[in-house]
């Protein structure tokens, strides 16, 4: 009895961390049948999106994908060519910027030259008629968060780009907006600063517990940050998903290409049986195993997705594997100190990339250029595409 | 070891790199000492003289007796101009009527830059063309143009009366109404000009930026907008202001025999007088006068300027 409310408790518990798997929620912003033209072309093509409370969301895509429209859509600086967005189940169609429960922190940061910190920050609040004592109270609040009640008299071109940044971020959250939304919230500083101030966002997100909803073409800074992430390409969502499954599970040779590195090898599905799937490919010049179901019937074109780092290389051919274990020789090596990657020129003519982590310290390289090695996984590690 | 010469060319290139700085630099400081500085030390030195019946008509300052210099320095002419009030209500017509103007013609210029700046590239370009467009016609004729425009028998006239709005003609050429409009049309483009290129450099999410913090359109054109386009406010300012003042040719043909402005008593103390030691204080009493707030303005202008980098 108690172990069955336990269970009962945990899978509560799973749902309000991700109430995107449970069909009751209720989504805090939801993007119904959302199309976006510019002349005649489609910068958003018929998108639907929900988004929850307490998200921290990330719209991930190249330039041009639709993204930065789907979010200034939100912004109301866009209007739609067709579909409806709500926020917390109120139509956003016809309200004005100024009017909506949204804030935005823009990618060049827009802070207002002739201002100080301290009156940038303020700037919205005066708009909403707060008292001088308050506002000057939730300025200094929100800078102390930022950690810039240093710079408050300062004026925008006297601070650092990261200082900027924090200053764009403390003018945005002040207010207390139902939705932030950052567009490139990081776009601007150099790697170092980005990778720290990426958790100080994802801290602060979770302290105030606001919804963010972010922009970026960076997908390390997506998984890095994001609760789920949408990926785009060409005005569509492509997938969304958390990152766990956008890098495990990806749907699409797009997205499996777009998160982290991969090896797409095209080939045809020639037997399912109950142990395993078994897909022929010219290209690497055999036939590649897999333990789970796939989809698609004998005959059909497939495409199989394997990370660098889930291949081994060998020297010698590994006898217990007689499963998908492949010959070739080592083209180029790339040694980025944690993790070292090779190219490795398979027998059938196929490049394969691999990367091994460097968790021992060696007099000299493992590999090296011309080594003939194989290039073994499991039949577990591969996920299969049809698309 | 043998040395490589450098061919003349690359000497001359050598040379340019080192010394062509100052060639750039001091070609125009050279033009502005010869045919500024000179010819304004020349009326500085006049404005010091006395008035005589004579080749030039004026006296010597400098004068070689015997074996030294006499100096006759007068400084008559500017406690001349002091003493008599005809010169000081002129200077105050003057600024007072630039300065009307300048407002008037902000008024009206800045709707405009705001429009040319916010249009598209195409439309833009022909927006700033038509602005820039008068200035193909001399500007005498187009001063010319405004008498057929508002005098007795003009064209706004005989529109009025045509159309029996009016029995009488109204009377509009030969007043200060007439100088407003001549000097408001004419320097409208030197206002506009400036406007336009630091509206157009404004950075438009910091608009959008004041939006999504609450502030409605017109509010945040004043917040933001229009503080950040006071450089080119100052500058445009000081573009019809300066030269506003010293106007002779709108006054002399718009304006009535009442319209005193500074520019028609210089010319009569130069061509109805002759008398060109008080001409030549009354120019740089002018000069005087429009230099200390042009130079106030520019170091106010540099701060700004600095700020918005």
Request: net charge negative; hydrophobic share 45%.
């Amino acid at each position: 009895m108690s172990q069955g409310a336990n269970q009962q408790e945990a899978r509560e518990c799973v749902q309000s961390s991700q109430p995107w798997n449970d069909p009751d929620a209720v989504p805090f912003i939801r993007f119904e049948k959302v199309t976006k033209k510019f002349g005649d072309f489609y910068a958003v093509d018929d998108v639907s999106l929900d988004i929850y409370r307490h998200e921290l969301f990330a719209l991930l895509g190249g330039s041009g994908c639709g993204k930065t429209t789907l979010l200034r859509m939100l912004a109301g600086f866009e209007e739609l060519t067709d579909g409806k967005i709500f926020i917390d189940g109120v139509d956003m169609a016809g309200v004005p910027p100024y009017e909506r429960p949204t804030n935005m922190m823009f990618q060049s940061y827009a802070l207002f030259p002739h201002m100080s910190v301290e009156t940038n920050v303020a700037f919205g609040l005066h708009q909403d008629g707060y008292s001088k004592s308050e506002i000057k109270d939730r300025v200094a609040d929100m800078l102390a968060l930022v950690q810039m009640s240093k710079f408050a008299k300062r004026k925008p071109h006297q601070l650092s780009g990261g200082q900027r940044q924090r200053v764009a971020l403390a003018r945005s959250l002040v207010k207390q907006p139902k939705v932030l939304l950052l567009d490139e919230p990081l776009g601007a500083l150099d790697k170092k600063l980005r990778e720290q101030t990426q958790f100080e966002l994802v801290n602060i997100q979770e302290k105030l517990g606001t919804t963010f909803v972010m922009v970026t073409h960076d997908q390390e800074e997506a998984m890095t940050m994001a609760s789920r992430i949408a990926v785009m390409n060409e005005g569509v969502i492509k997938q969304k998903g958390t990152p766990f499954e956008l890098y495990e599970y990806p749907n699409s040779r797009f997205t499996a290409n777009f998160l982290g590195q991969v090896n797409l090898i095209e080939g045809t599905l020639v037997d399912d049986d109950e142990k395993y799937a078994i897909i022929r490919s010219d290209d690497i010049g055999g036939d590649i195993y897999i333990d789970h179901a796939v989809q698609g019937h004998e005959g059909t074109t497939l495409w199989v997705a394997l990370r660098p780092e889930r291949l081994r290389l060998c020297t010698e051919k590994p006898e217990d594997s007689a499963h998908n274990c492949f010959g070739g020789k080592v083209e180029e090596i790339g040694y980025l100190g944690g993790l070292s990657t090779y190219h490795v020129r398979l027998d059938s003519g196929l490049r394969i990339k691999v990367s091994e982590p460097n968790t021992h310290r060696h007099n000299e390289p493992r590999y090296t250029w011309e080594d003939r090695v194989w290039v073994t996984w499991e039949t577990g590690s591969a996920s299969v595409l049809n698309q | 070891m043998s040395e490589i010469k450098p061919t003349l060319k690359q000497r001359f290139d050598r040379w340019m790199i080192r010394h062509g700085r100052v060639l750039v630099i001091g070609l125009p400081y050279l033009w502005l000492f010869l045919f500024f500085l000179v010819p304004f030390l020349i009326v500085l030195k006049i404005s010091f003289a006395t008035a005589e019946y004579a080749q030039p008509p004026y006296s010597a300052l400098f004068q070689w007796v015997d074996e030294g210099v006499n100096v006759a320095i007068n400084f008559g002419n500017y406690l001349f101009l002091l003493s008599d009030s005809l010169y000081i209500t002129a200077y105050l017509n003057s600024i007072r009527i630039a300065a009307i103007s300048t407002v008037i013609t902000l008024l009206i210029g800045y709707p405009m830059a705001y429009g040319i700046a916010r249009a598209k590239g195409s439309t833009r370009n022909l927006l700033l063309m038509l602005v820039i467009l008068p200035f193909w016609t001399s500007f005498l004729i187009r001063v010319y143009a405004w008498i057929g425009i508002l005098d007795r028998e003009g064209l706004i006239n005989a529109a009025l009366m045509g159309m029996h709005i009016i029995s009488e003609p109204l009377i509009m050429r030969q007043t200060e109404f007439a100088v407003y409009i001549g000097i408001v049309y004419t320097y409208l483009p030197f206002m506009i000009l400036p406007l336009y290129s630091t509206l157009e450099k404004m950075d438009g999410s910091l608009l959008e930026a004041a939006l999504d913090l609450g502030c409605k359109p017109w509010k945040a054109f004043l917040k933001i907008t229009l503080p950040l386009s006071m450089p080119g406010v100052l500058a445009g300012s000081l573009l019809v202001f300066i030269p506003a003042v010293g106007e002779f040719v709108i006054p002399e043909l718009l304006g009535g025999p009442n319209t005193l402005m500074i520019g028609r008593t210089l010319w009569n103390e130069f061509f109805s007088n002759r008398d060109w030691p008080i001409a030549s204080s009354v120019a740089i009493a002018m000069l005087i006068f429009l230099v200390v707030p042009i130079m106030y303005f520019q170091h106010i202008q540099g701060k700004t300027e600095e700020a918005g980098k």
